[in-house]
């Protein structure tokens, strides 16, 4: 498809388990983002993801999440012994490359989301 | 630090009244700013940007004017439908290209016929 995809739309776990979320970005497009979506926090970066440089893992909430992005394309999130707090709606966004050195950022793509409920 | 602040909703207006929806943000150097809307069991989906000061973003009747001398973003339109219920988030992205979106709290929208 042309737009950001997501899988699953939603997960159902119990505390303590691992979840793995996956992000399918647009094709072309080497920034990927992570953010996540609660009631109680609003909407929050989580990671992003530039080409082969090193990601930016300064959003991330604890070390319990951690993310990878293989081949410049697909990524997945992964939380490890979930607590009732991480349930949100996980977003996964994409965008081109700023080729012109212009200061300005490139417009970010959301996915669907994945809703995550931790019980 | 970076931050954007904008107004609390739920904001409730009548088919074809105005709109306004506050956005004030805190950065340095020259950040892009951005209005994001969230449809009812919708994704995010970008309204309308801009990038440098005095700029203007519009998109489907909404502006917004990039106010640096007030460090402002407000969204507004002329005639409000009732499609345009929504959540509106106001974001910033700090100068230097491509970055992480910071997000407003959000705005929700409710238009009535």
């Known amino acids: 498809g042309a737009g950001v995809s997501q899988s699953p739309s939603n997960k159902v776990t119990e505390k303590g388990k691992d979840v793995e979320l996956r992000c399918d970005p647009i094709?072309?497009?080497?920034?990927l983002y992570w953010y996540r979506q609660s009631l109680g926090q609003g909407l929050e970066f989580l990671i992003y993801?530039?080409?082969?440089?090193?990601?930016?893992k300064s959003g991330l909430p604890s070390d319990r999440f951690s993310a990878e992005r293989t081949g410049g394309s697909v990524s997945t999130l992964t939380i490890q012994r979930t607590q009732q707090e991480d349930s949100a709606v996980y977003l996964c966004?994409?965008?081109?490359?700023?080729?012109?050195?212009?200061?300005?950022?490139?417009?970010?793509?959301f996915g669907p989301g994945t809703r995550l409920l931790v019980l | 630090g970076n931050s954007v602040t904008q107004m609390e909703g739920p904001v409730t207006l009548s088919e074809e009244a105005f709109l306004t929806i506050n956005c004030t943000y805190t950065?340095?150097?020259?950040?892009?700013l951005f209005w994001y809307v969230q449809y009812p069991g919708e994704g995010l989906q970008l309204l309308l940007k801009?990038?440098?000061?005095?700029d203007k973003g519009s998109n489907k009747g909404f502006e917004a004017t990039y106010r640096k001398e007030t460090t402002s973003f407000h969204l507004e339109k002329g005639s409000v439908q009732v499609s345009d219920s929504a959540v509106y988030f106001c974001?910033?992205?700090?100068?230097?290209?491509?970055?992480?979106?910071?997000f407003g709290a959000g705005t929700r929208l409710a238009v009535h016929p």
């Open positions: 950065a340095t150097g020259y950040p892009s």
């Open positions: 966004a994409s965008s081109s490359i700023n080729i012109r050195g212009t200061r300005y950022a490139e417009t970010q793509y």
């Open positions: 993801f530039q080409g082969n440089s090193a990601p930016d």
């Open positions: 801009a990038t440098k000061a005095d």
């Open positions: 974001a910033l992205s700090p100068s230097g290209g491509y970055n992480k979106l910071i």
């Open positions: 094709s072309g497009h080497t920034a």
